[in-house]
């Protein structure tokens, strides 16, 4: 008689075979005093290997909220369609600035229908219009084409703890900023006169925003990505996000001090808030940026950027001359 | 509540448990489970549950590789002491479950990398098809892997707890 193999049995007692074979394995067990005798054996390894794993792990595990994990998930999304976007952004210009060339060059060899055509299916403001080619405006369908679509009338509350948070949020409204609780949203007053759209976050041309538009923001980056947004009645809250070729964010939120305390209370650690106070923010489940904050009068301006070169953004952080 | 979530419910403790064998640090197997949540509300798995698991020995597999004890990353849940409340074992029990789960560590240190891998899955709640599909192996050899797994542990920890007791005698 052909008596059961180890490794059946542990698949039996394991409850991996089917139920054909666990009829056949039980009427052997019923007949035959070796296996029976092995299979007791064995169930007694197993229950042995199971205390002893058991013994192996933290004492408690606690249960983290599945909406934590969900913001975190959420958050990476949205980084991860930024990145896109970016990416997005710099291969339409590229082919654009490519599509201006060929363009350029089809009219230099006498083929101005050609190029006439070219043109017509390309929105680029192309070299041979007489721009360097170094300053190259952002073409402005291209602008429209990487605004995302205003689709919420009405604004929510500050919801995160973090200016990252706030602006992720303001993001993912899909193109409406999220003001601060307190603050009334009354009229919302896109800056920049290129690439308006309904929506309150739209990328404006560099170079308009390079000449000032009103935004607290620092000098001399190298930026491949501008977004202005302005909230209030007024424009009172100003924030803009500077994206470097690098692809670290820049960030800077202005408005008057009463308007933006939500948002600093998160900042701040309590403390004065007047020198400036640099710290660790956390959240969007990366290293986290710092933020520093400076106060005008009553007006206050919060700088989020990589730790180690916000104090140099700081001083070279270019208010408006209004305020 | 979506099946993910329900997944969630039923199986974090067991990814922690898992990670835990692998990484050896607590607060790192947390970690790790969460990351491998998260990932999966962004890949929405057709088989979450073997997906889960997947991701957890990768995860686990590149811990080892990077071999460093690396500092807490994960901030938000971490950084918000209410969502976390550890609470500490007395000293004596953490004494003793301490020495014993250096004699576990150790009986399962001494098993073969795929043999404590079908173990660990195993003990983890995944039915022999799933270990099957996650290491490669025929589902007819998972038996036979778990069989000798098994023996090994109990005579590697055995062994241990002799030499302990004939040191302290």
């Keep these: 008689m052909r008596h059961i193999p180890d490794d059946e049995q542990h698949a039996y007692l394991d409850q991996a075979l089917s139920r054909a074979q666990c009829v056949e394995i039980e009427s052997h067990l019923a007949n035959c005093s070796h296996c029976s005798a092995a299979r007791d054996e064995i169930a007694a390894l197993r229950d042995r290997t199971t205390s002893l794993l058991a013994s192996l792990g933290p004492s408690r595990v606690a249960l983290p909220a599945w909406s934590d994990l969900a913001v975190q998930a959420e958050q990476r999304r949205l980084i991860r369609r930024r990145r896109w976007e970016s990416g997005a952004w710099a291969a339409s210009l590229l082919l654009a600035v490519g599509l201006g060339y060929g363009a350029s060059q089809m009219r230099l060899t006498g083929s101005a229908s050609a190029a006439a055509s070219l043109a017509a299916r390309t929105p680029v403001v192309s070299p041979v219009d007489g721009s360097p080619a170094g300053t190259l405006p952002v073409p402005a369908a291209t602008v429209a084409q990487l605004t995302p679509p205003a689709t919420r009338t009405t604004l929510p509350k500050l919801g995160g703890g973090t200016l990252a948070a706030w602006f992720a949020e303001a993001a993912h409204t899909t193109g409406a900023p999220v003001a601060p609780s307190g603050v009334e949203v009354s009229a919302l007053k896109p800056s920049g006169s290129q690439g308006a759209s309904e929506g309150l976050w739209h990328t404006v041309p560099l170079d308009s925003t390079q000449e000032g538009s009103g935004a607290a923001r620092v000098e001399g980056l190298q930026v491949v990505q501008v977004q202005v947004h302005q909230v209030g009645t007024d424009g009172q809250i100003t924030a803009v996000e500077q994206r470097l070729v690098t692809g670290e964010v820049i960030r800077t939120v202005e408005g008057p001090a009463s308007l933006l305390a939500d948002l600093m209370a998160h900042q701040i650690a309590g403390g004065d808030s007047t020198g400036g106070s640099l710290q660790n923010g956390s959240g969007n489940g990366r290293l986290a940026d710092a933020t520093l904050t400076r106060r005008v009068g009553s007006r206050v301006v919060l700088l989020s950027g990589p730790p180690e070169m916000l104090s140099t953004l700081m001083t070279r952080l270019k208010l408006a001359a209004t305020h | ?169």
């Design chain 2, 1 to 169: 509540m979506d099946d993910l979530e329900q997944l969630y419910k039923t199986t974090y403790t067991a990814v922690v448990r898992f990670l835990f064998r692998k990484v050896w640090d607590a607060d790192r197997a947390h970690d790790l489970a969460q990351e491998v949540f998260i990932r999966a509300m962004a890949h929405r798995p057709e088989k979450p549950r073997a997906w889960v698991f997947a991701v957890a020995a990768n995860l686990a597999r590149d811990e080892a590789r990077a071999a460093i004890r690396r500092k807490r990353h994960l901030t938000l849940l971490k950084d918000d002491p209410g969502t976390m409340p550890h609470q500490e074992p007395s000293p004596d029990e953490s004494a003793e479950h301490k020495e014993q789960m250096d004699q576990v560590e150790e009986a399962l240190a001494t098993l073969s990398e795929r043999d404590r891998e079908v173990l660990l899955l195993w003990d983890a709640g995944m039915s022999y098809t799933e270990i099957a599909g996650q290491t490669g192996l025929a589902v007819g050899a998972v038996g036979t892997t778990l069989a000798r797994a098994r023996r090994r542990l109990i005579e590697a920890h055995d062994n241990r707890h002799q030499r302990d007791h004939a040191a302290h005698s």
